[in-house]
């Protein structure tokens, strides 16, 4: 007996989303749909705003990524084109960003390759992703998008490019970077992240919360022997976000199952909420222990804190 097999095609984009600035761009900017985008391309992003103005004209989408950088997010209906290109260059010049992802559906290989040539080519603090959309139906059911990353910075030069940026890689700096790299790795094992950024060798690993100016910022102090996991609250925020966060303290210690530190540097104008315990992280056989104790304080840490940050009451223009 034949087996009953829907027929699988190619829809247009146009024939889901007729205006790109108008329907597009506001469908990519929500939270899910965003969130696979990020998935994709292996970075962490909350959208900052869309259609965003940049002297005389608006870019599309810019978010920001777990180390609270600019990403620019540029979209384009049919094929790529050299005007796309000039102007996302110039916003990302205009804003500082640090990434531009361009999504088209359908890359020239002139530009493919010209997204190459920049990776290869421009400053360590710029990365650019070229991807291409695809809108997939079988038979009548609801079309499916999926995102294609034709181009991107290698791991290698990814890597190359952290170190780099972090200075003189010291015997600290070394240790750090291996233990954040085992950390990462086990979080997208463990699917707690579904993309990640790209350790660098330092004592803080960020992981994002879903809004600006609150995030996880995750430490391995060698100096001191520590390791932990902190929401650390900006200042632009913080003494509306706190008191907020303190009014659910025991319900907060309660999902966590522990006691947490509360504001322990009150002078800072940035707060914290912090949980650490002692690590001897030149001790390499107990990597296992730490990793394994830290990644499961990740965890709690984003299911308890990420629905309270994107609930808080606060000023969206600090926000």
Do not use: C
Not at 185 to 212: C, F, M
């Amino acid at each position: 007996m034949a087996a009953d097999l829907g027929e699988i095609r190619k829809v247009q984009i146009r024939h889901h989303w007729v205006h790109e600035e108008h329907e597009f761009t506001p469908w990519l900017a929500q939270e899910e749909n965003i969130a696979r985008l990020a998935n994709a391309i292996g970075l962490e992003l909350q959208v900052e705003g869309i259609e965003v103005p940049v002297g005389p004209f608006t870019a599309d989408v810019l978010a920001k990524d777990a180390s609270e950088n600019y990403v620019l997010i540029e979209n384009q209906f049919g094929r790529t084109d050299h005007g796309h290109l000039g102007k996302m260059l110039t916003y990302a010049a205009t804003l500082d960003a640090t990434a531009i992802v361009w999504i088209a559906e359908k890359f020239t290989e002139e530009h493919r390759k010209a997204i190459e040539w920049l990776n290869e080519s421009v400053s360590d603090d710029l990365r650019l992703y070229a991807v291409e959309m695809e809108l997939w139906q079988i038979d009548q059911s609801r079309p499916a998008l999926r995102f294609n990353v034709l181009s991107e910075p290698t791991v290698i030069s990814k890597q190359a490019n952290a170190v780099k940026a972090a200075g003189e890689m010291t015997a600290a700096r070394k240790l750090q970077y291996d233990f954040w790299t085992a950390v990462r790795d086990e979080l997208l094992e463990r699917k707690i992240l579904t993309s990640a950024h790209t350790p660098r060798p330092q004592y803080w690993y960020n992981v994002a919360l879903g809004r600006s100016n609150i995030h996880l910022s995750n430490i391995a102090n060698t100096a001191e022997g520590k390791i932990g996991v902190r929401v650390y609250i900006s200042n632009r925020v913080a003494n509306a976000a706190l008191p907020q966060f303190e009014a659910q303290r025991s319900e907060i210690e309660s999902e966590i199952g522990r006691k947490l530190e509360w504001d322990p540097n009150p002078d800072a104008g940035d707060k914290v909420i912090r949980l650490q315990r002692d690590a001897d992280l030149a001790d390499r056989d107990r990597w296992p222990e730490y990793i394994s104790w830290l990644v499961e304080m990740i965890d709690k840490f984003k299911k308890t804190f990420g629905p309270r940050v994107k609930r808080l009451s606060l000023d969206d223009t600090a926000a």
